[in-house]
Nanobody, 115 residues
């Protein structure tokens, strides 16, 4: 099993910044992808940014140029730097890990952007 601990959500004004962190522990050998998803009540969970341990990142079109995903090379910790936040970025953000065909999810952290 993989355990994920998220931090960094909160309330920010439009145009502001937040940084989310997600630390993985437990059975971390074999993790291939770490990333972030978000979900608004009544809507499907959507991908925000993914980081492939073999190299490469992917971003949702709506966050390109504003969000950056990165990883601490010394730890299984992934970060999501969110700049120029917009009210439509308001959601619960979930950390995701993919390991040998299985998905693991964090508990979610609320991000609220006020206009």
């Amino acid at each position: 099993q993989v355990q994920l601990v998220e931090s960094g959500g909160g309330l920010v004004q439009a145009g502001g910044s937040l940084r989310l962190s997600c630390a993985a522990s437990g059975s971390i050998f074999g993790i291939s992808i770490m990333g972030w998803y978000r979900q608004v009540p009544g809507q499907q969970r959507e991908v925000v940014a993914l980081l492939n341990f073999g190299g490469g990142t992917n971003y949702a079109d709506s966050v390109k140029g504003r969000f950056t995903i990165s990883k601490d090379n010394a730890k299984y910790t992934v970060y999501l730097q969110m700049n120029m936040l917009k009210p439509e970025d308001t959601a619960v953000y979930y950390c995701n890990v993919q390991r040998w065909g299985s998905d693991y999810w964090g508990q979610g952290t609320q991000v609220t952007v006020s206009s």
